[in-house]
Protein backbone atom coordinates (compact mmCIF):
# COMPACT_ATOMS: atom_id res chain seq x y z
CA UNK A 1 0.00 0.00 0.00
CA UNK A 2 1.13 3.58 -0.97
CA UNK A 3 -1.04 5.59 1.14
CA UNK A 4 -4.07 5.62 3.20
CA UNK A 5 -6.71 7.26 4.96
CA UNK A 6 -7.82 7.00 8.38
CA UNK A 7 -10.73 8.96 9.88
CA UNK A 8 -9.11 12.11 12.28
CA UNK A 9 -7.33 10.61 15.39
CA UNK A 10 -7.10 11.40 18.65
CA UNK A 11 -4.22 10.98 21.07
CA UNK A 12 -5.99 9.32 24.91
CA UNK A 13 -2.29 10.52 26.61
CA UNK A 14 0.34 13.47 26.26
CA UNK A 15 1.86 16.15 28.04
CA UNK A 16 1.39 19.21 26.66
CA UNK A 17 3.59 21.27 29.30
CA UNK A 18 2.98 25.10 30.30
CA UNK A 19 4.21 28.52 29.77
CA UNK A 20 5.95 28.91 26.67
CA UNK A 21 6.01 24.99 25.51
CA UNK A 22 2.52 25.35 24.67
CA UNK A 23 3.22 26.79 21.38
CA UNK A 24 5.39 24.01 20.47
CA UNK A 25 3.30 21.13 21.47
CA UNK A 26 0.00 22.18 21.06
CA UNK A 27 0.51 23.31 16.93
CA UNK A 28 2.95 19.67 17.01
CA UNK A 29 -0.30 17.76 18.19
CA UNK A 30 -3.53 19.56 16.42
CA UNK A 31 -1.43 19.07 13.08
CA UNK A 32 -3.60 15.63 13.44
CA UNK A 33 -5.59 14.80 16.39
CA UNK A 34 -8.36 16.01 16.78
CA UNK A 35 -8.39 15.77 20.87
CA UNK A 36 -5.96 14.68 23.18
CA UNK A 37 -5.98 14.01 27.29
CA UNK A 38 -4.12 16.00 28.69
CA UNK A 39 -1.62 14.82 31.62
CA UNK A 40 -1.99 17.15 34.76
CA UNK A 41 1.74 16.63 35.99
CA UNK A 42 2.49 19.95 35.92
CA UNK A 43 4.36 22.04 39.35
CA UNK A 44 2.21 22.74 40.91
CA UNK A 45 -0.15 19.84 39.89
CA UNK A 46 -3.44 20.43 37.87
CA UNK A 47 -5.77 19.45 40.99
CA UNK A 48 -8.73 21.07 41.30
CA UNK A 49 -11.66 22.55 39.05
CA UNK A 50 -10.26 25.94 38.34
CA UNK A 51 -6.75 24.87 37.56
CA UNK A 52 -8.45 22.91 34.81
CA UNK A 53 -9.96 25.65 33.63
CA UNK A 54 -7.35 27.84 33.67
CA UNK A 55 -5.43 25.45 31.97
CA UNK A 56 -7.58 24.62 29.51
CA UNK A 57 -7.51 28.15 28.58
CA UNK A 58 -4.14 28.36 27.99
CA UNK A 59 -4.00 25.29 25.73
CA UNK A 60 -6.40 26.75 23.61
CA UNK A 61 -4.22 30.44 23.71
CA UNK A 62 -1.87 28.30 21.70
CA UNK A 63 -3.98 26.86 19.24
CA UNK A 64 -2.94 27.40 15.62
CA UNK A 65 -6.03 29.89 14.60
CA UNK A 66 -7.49 27.91 11.77
CA UNK A 67 -7.59 24.32 14.22
CA UNK A 68 -10.26 22.97 16.35
CA UNK A 69 -8.41 20.72 18.53
CA UNK A 70 -9.94 20.17 21.27
CA UNK A 71 -7.86 19.19 24.88
CA UNK A 72 -9.57 16.77 27.30
CA UNK A 73 -9.12 17.54 30.40
CA UNK A 74 -7.47 15.79 33.19
CA UNK A 75 -7.15 15.93 37.66
CA UNK A 76 -4.54 15.11 39.40
CA UNK A 77 -5.54 12.74 42.22
CA UNK A 78 -3.77 13.25 45.37
CA UNK A 79 -4.37 11.74 48.91
CA UNK A 80 -6.01 14.93 49.30
CA UNK A 81 -8.30 14.98 46.52
CA UNK A 82 -12.24 15.13 48.23
CA UNK A 83 -15.52 13.88 46.59
CA UNK A 84 -16.21 17.68 46.28
CA UNK A 85 -13.19 18.23 43.88
CA UNK A 86 -14.16 15.10 41.55
CA UNK A 87 -18.07 16.84 41.29
CA UNK A 88 -16.28 19.98 40.43
CA UNK A 89 -14.09 19.13 38.25
CA UNK A 90 -16.72 17.20 36.13
CA UNK A 91 -18.97 20.10 36.21
CA UNK A 92 -16.12 21.99 34.63
CA UNK A 93 -15.84 19.28 31.96
CA UNK A 94 -12.84 17.09 33.13
CA UNK A 95 -13.26 13.93 31.74
CA UNK A 96 -10.78 11.61 33.88
CA UNK A 97 -8.43 11.96 37.08
CA UNK A 98 -5.03 10.65 36.74
CA UNK A 99 -3.96 8.18 39.32
CA UNK A 100 0.54 8.36 39.85
CA UNK A 101 1.75 6.43 42.58
CA UNK A 102 3.96 9.11 44.45
CA UNK A 103 7.76 9.10 42.82
CA UNK A 104 6.78 6.87 39.67
CA UNK A 105 7.46 9.49 37.13
CA UNK A 106 8.31 13.53 36.01
CA UNK A 107 6.80 15.67 39.08
CA UNK A 108 4.82 12.70 40.48
CA UNK A 109 6.36 13.63 44.14
CA UNK A 110 2.96 15.10 45.79
CA UNK A 111 0.48 12.22 44.10
CA UNK A 112 -0.63 9.01 45.59
CA UNK A 113 1.67 7.52 48.65
CA UNK A 114 -2.21 5.30 49.83
CA UNK A 115 -3.77 3.84 47.13
CA UNK A 116 -6.50 2.20 49.27
CA UNK A 117 -7.31 5.40 50.87
CA UNK A 118 -8.43 6.71 47.44
CA UNK A 119 -11.02 3.88 47.47
CA UNK A 120 -13.87 6.59 48.10
CA UNK A 121 -12.63 8.77 45.75
CA UNK A 122 -13.23 6.15 42.81
CA UNK A 123 -16.34 5.28 44.43
CA UNK A 124 -17.49 9.04 43.39
CA UNK A 125 -15.93 8.68 39.86
CA UNK A 126 -18.08 5.63 39.21
CA UNK A 127 -20.94 7.62 40.09
CA UNK A 128 -20.57 10.64 38.35
CA UNK A 129 -18.86 8.71 35.52
CA UNK A 130 -15.53 10.22 35.43
CA UNK A 131 -12.69 7.70 34.12
CA UNK A 132 -9.33 6.92 35.97
CA UNK A 133 -6.08 7.10 34.35
CA UNK A 134 -3.69 4.71 36.06
CA UNK A 135 0.12 5.47 35.84
CA UNK A 136 0.42 1.82 36.48
CA UNK A 137 3.79 1.15 38.70
CA UNK A 138 4.76 0.63 42.16
CA UNK A 139 7.42 2.92 43.16
CA UNK A 140 9.18 0.57 46.08
CA UNK A 141 13.16 1.36 45.55
CA UNK A 142 13.51 -2.63 46.37
CA UNK A 143 11.14 -4.09 43.25
CA UNK A 144 13.25 -4.09 40.09
CA UNK A 145 12.28 -1.21 37.55
CA UNK A 146 11.45 -4.05 34.71
CA UNK A 147 8.98 -5.45 37.08
CA UNK A 148 6.97 -2.55 38.54
CA UNK A 149 4.11 -2.89 36.22
CA UNK A 150 3.74 -6.46 36.50
CA UNK A 151 3.93 -5.88 40.88
CA UNK A 152 1.48 -3.21 40.32
CA UNK A 153 -1.27 -4.94 38.73
CA UNK A 154 -0.72 -7.83 41.24
CA UNK A 155 -0.54 -5.90 44.05
CA UNK A 156 -3.39 -3.00 43.47
CA UNK A 157 -4.89 -2.97 39.91
CA UNK A 158 -6.48 -6.84 40.11
CA UNK A 159 -8.28 -5.13 43.34
CA UNK A 160 -8.68 -1.93 41.96
CA UNK A 161 -10.84 -3.71 39.18
CA UNK A 162 -12.69 -6.09 40.95
CA UNK A 163 -13.81 -3.30 43.58
CA UNK A 164 -14.69 -1.15 40.77
CA UNK A 165 -16.54 -2.82 38.21
CA UNK A 166 -18.80 0.05 36.89
CA UNK A 167 -15.79 2.82 36.95
CA UNK A 168 -14.02 3.14 33.62
CA UNK A 169 -10.12 2.69 34.00
CA UNK A 170 -7.28 2.97 31.46
CA UNK A 171 -4.11 1.56 31.80
CA UNK A 172 -1.97 3.74 30.70
CA UNK A 173 0.85 3.15 28.56
CA UNK A 174 1.45 -0.46 28.94
CA UNK A 175 5.11 -2.01 28.54
CA UNK A 176 4.45 -5.95 29.25
CA UNK A 177 3.11 -9.14 28.01
CA UNK A 178 1.70 -9.17 31.59
CA UNK A 179 -0.21 -6.25 31.25
CA UNK A 180 -1.66 -7.49 27.85
CA UNK A 181 -2.98 -10.66 29.35
CA UNK A 182 -4.64 -8.61 32.33
CA UNK A 183 -6.62 -6.46 30.00
CA UNK A 184 -7.82 -9.09 27.58
CA UNK A 185 -8.88 -11.23 30.87
CA UNK A 186 -10.86 -7.97 32.33
CA UNK A 187 -14.04 -6.94 31.77
CA UNK A 188 -15.16 -4.20 29.26
CA UNK A 189 -14.18 -1.10 31.59
CA UNK A 190 -10.65 -1.85 31.82
CA UNK A 191 -9.04 -0.47 28.30
CA UNK A 192 -4.95 0.76 28.10
CA UNK A 193 -2.73 2.71 25.56
CA UNK A 194 0.11 1.87 23.75
CA UNK A 195 2.94 4.63 22.89
CA UNK A 196 4.78 4.54 19.41
CA UNK A 197 8.16 3.96 21.68
CA UNK A 198 6.91 0.94 23.33
CA UNK A 199 5.71 -0.77 20.06
CA UNK A 200 8.72 0.16 17.89
CA UNK A 201 11.77 -0.39 20.94
CA UNK A 202 12.51 -2.14 23.46
CA UNK A 203 15.45 -1.89 26.27
CA UNK A 204 18.23 -3.44 23.86
CA UNK A 205 17.25 0.38 22.46
CA UNK A 206 17.67 1.88 25.55
CA UNK A 207 21.14 0.35 26.70
CA UNK A 208 23.39 -1.81 24.04
CA UNK A 209 26.10 -0.03 22.77
CA UNK A 210 25.62 3.12 24.88
CA UNK A 211 22.68 4.93 27.08
CA UNK A 212 20.63 6.29 24.92
CA UNK A 213 18.77 8.92 27.06
CA UNK A 214 16.35 10.12 24.36
CA UNK A 215 15.07 6.19 24.50
CA UNK A 216 14.33 6.82 28.32
CA UNK A 217 10.74 6.63 29.08
CA UNK A 218 8.53 5.66 32.32
CA UNK A 219 7.49 3.24 32.36
CA UNK A 220 10.84 2.10 30.82
CA UNK A 221 11.59 -0.12 27.70
CA UNK A 222 10.60 -3.82 28.61
CA UNK A 223 12.51 -6.97 26.90
CA UNK A 224 12.07 -7.84 23.25
CA UNK A 225 9.54 -10.44 24.29
CA UNK A 226 7.29 -7.65 25.68
CA UNK A 227 7.81 -5.47 22.77
CA UNK A 228 6.29 -8.40 20.48
CA UNK A 229 3.18 -8.61 23.24
CA UNK A 230 2.56 -4.84 22.80
CA UNK A 231 2.71 -5.68 18.51
CA UNK A 232 0.74 -8.98 18.56
CA UNK A 233 -1.95 -7.61 20.28
CA UNK A 234 -2.36 -4.03 18.63
CA UNK A 235 -2.29 -5.85 14.91
CA UNK A 236 -5.01 -8.40 15.92
CA UNK A 237 -7.61 -4.68 16.54
CA UNK A 238 -8.74 -5.57 19.57
CA UNK A 239 -10.96 -2.62 21.02
CA UNK A 240 -9.50 -2.19 24.40
CA UNK A 241 -6.34 -0.68 22.89
CA UNK A 242 -5.63 2.42 21.69
CA UNK A 243 -3.51 5.10 20.91
CA UNK A 244 -2.08 7.35 23.64
CA UNK A 245 1.47 8.92 22.32
CA UNK A 246 2.51 9.68 26.21
CA UNK A 247 4.69 12.42 24.04
CA UNK A 248 6.31 14.41 27.00
CA UNK A 249 9.15 17.18 26.29
CA UNK A 250 12.38 17.23 28.43
CA UNK A 251 14.99 20.31 27.37
CA UNK A 252 17.73 18.90 25.74
CA UNK A 253 20.07 19.72 28.65
CA UNK A 254 17.62 17.98 31.10
CA UNK A 255 17.58 14.16 29.37
CA UNK A 256 21.39 14.14 28.65
CA UNK A 257 22.24 14.68 31.84
CA UNK A 258 23.79 12.57 34.56
CA UNK A 259 20.35 12.10 36.12
CA UNK A 260 18.31 12.30 33.04
CA UNK A 261 14.49 13.12 32.96
CA UNK A 262 12.15 10.54 31.53
CA UNK A 263 10.02 10.98 28.43
CA UNK A 264 10.03 10.63 24.43
CA UNK A 265 8.65 13.78 22.77
CA UNK A 266 7.25 12.12 20.04
CA UNK A 267 4.57 14.78 18.71
CA UNK A 268 5.91 15.63 15.36
CA UNK A 269 6.08 12.30 13.95
CA UNK A 270 3.70 9.87 15.97
CA UNK A 271 1.06 9.34 13.52
CA UNK A 272 3.85 8.21 11.20
CA UNK A 273 5.46 6.36 13.52
CA UNK A 274 2.07 4.51 14.67
CA UNK A 275 1.36 3.77 10.69
CA UNK A 276 5.03 2.51 9.79
CA UNK A 277 4.40 0.03 12.74
CA UNK A 278 1.55 -1.16 11.87
CA UNK A 279 2.78 -1.55 8.01
CA UNK A 280 5.88 -3.97 9.15
CA UNK A 281 2.79 -5.86 10.60
CA UNK A 282 1.05 -6.19 7.81
CA UNK A 283 -2.02 -4.82 9.52
CA UNK A 284 -2.71 -1.44 8.18
CA UNK A 285 -5.98 -2.10 7.92
CA UNK A 286 -6.34 -2.35 12.01
CA UNK A 287 -4.59 1.53 12.24
CA UNK A 288 -7.78 3.47 12.40
CA UNK A 289 -9.51 1.23 15.07
CA UNK A 290 -6.55 1.74 17.38
CA UNK A 291 -5.93 5.89 16.35
CA UNK A 292 -9.59 6.69 15.52
CA UNK A 293 -12.06 4.58 16.95
CA UNK A 294 -11.69 2.63 20.05
CA UNK A 295 -10.60 5.42 22.64
CA UNK A 296 -13.24 7.31 21.45
CA UNK A 297 -15.45 4.97 21.75
CA UNK A 298 -14.19 4.07 25.40
CA UNK A 299 -14.59 7.16 26.42
CA UNK A 300 -17.85 7.61 25.40
CA UNK A 301 -17.02 10.35 22.97
CA UNK A 302 -18.03 10.52 19.45
CA UNK A 303 -15.86 10.00 16.69
CA UNK A 304 -14.02 12.60 14.78
CA UNK A 305 -15.63 13.85 11.32
CA UNK A 306 -13.10 14.22 8.33
CA UNK A 307 -9.82 12.34 7.63
CA UNK A 308 -5.97 12.35 7.70
CA UNK A 309 -4.21 11.43 5.17
CA UNK A 310 -0.84 9.26 4.95
CA UNK A 311 1.46 8.43 2.20
CA UNK A 312 4.71 6.05 2.33
CA UNK A 313 7.42 8.35 1.84
CA UNK A 314 10.73 8.41 3.64
CA UNK A 315 11.36 11.29 5.69
CA UNK A 316 13.96 11.46 8.52
CA UNK A 317 13.02 13.22 11.82
CA UNK A 318 14.68 16.57 12.70
CA UNK A 319 17.83 16.58 15.02
CA UNK A 320 16.26 19.23 17.04
CA UNK A 321 13.76 21.56 17.85
CA UNK A 322 14.14 24.78 18.91
CA UNK A 323 12.00 25.87 21.67
CA UNK A 324 9.99 29.51 21.71
CA UNK A 325 12.51 30.16 24.96
CA UNK A 326 15.05 29.21 22.56
CA UNK A 327 16.49 25.95 23.92
CA UNK A 328 16.13 22.84 22.70
CA UNK A 329 14.62 19.49 22.24
CA UNK A 330 16.05 16.60 20.43
CA UNK A 331 12.73 14.57 19.47
CA UNK A 332 11.86 11.21 19.44
CA UNK A 333 13.88 8.92 16.68
CA UNK A 334 15.81 12.23 16.28
CA UNK A 335 18.30 12.22 12.69
CA UNK A 336 16.20 8.47 11.70
CA UNK A 337 14.41 7.73 9.24
CA UNK A 338 10.20 7.64 9.12
CA UNK A 339 8.33 5.28 6.22
CA UNK A 340 5.21 7.05 6.42
CA UNK A 341 4.24 10.78 6.06
CA UNK A 342 1.21 12.49 6.46
CA UNK A 343 -0.04 14.44 4.03
CA UNK A 344 -1.78 18.16 4.20
O1 LIG B 1 8.39 8.99 30.46
C1 LIG B 1 7.50 9.61 31.04
N1 LIG B 1 7.47 10.97 31.02
N2 LIG B 1 6.58 8.94 31.70
C2 LIG B 1 5.67 9.55 32.47
O2 LIG B 1 4.87 8.88 33.06
C3 LIG B 1 5.69 11.02 32.62
C4 LIG B 1 6.34 11.68 31.50
C5 LIG B 1 6.69 13.12 31.77
O3 LIG B 1 5.85 13.86 32.30
O4 LIG B 1 7.80 13.54 31.44
ZN1 LIG C 1 2.47 10.24 30.50
Not at 57 to 75: C, G, H, Q, V, W
Request: charged letters at 25%.
Amino acid sequence: MTHIKIQTPDDWHLHFRDGDMLNETVPATARCFKRAIVMPNLVPPITDANMVVNYRKRILDARPSDNNFEPLMTLYLTNDTTREDIILAKEVGTVAAKLYPAGATTHSDAAVKSLEDLYPIFEEMQEVGMLLLIHGEVTDNHIDIFDREKEFIDRHLTKIVASFPDLKIVFEHITTKDAVDFVLASNDNLAATITPQHLLLNRNDLLAGGIRPHNYCLPVLKRGTHQQALRKVVATGNKKFFLGTDSAPHEKHMKESSCGCAGCYSARSAIEIYTQVFDELDALDKLEGFASHHGADFYGLPRNNGVIKLVKEDWIIPEQIILPNGNTVVPFLAGQKCTWKLKD
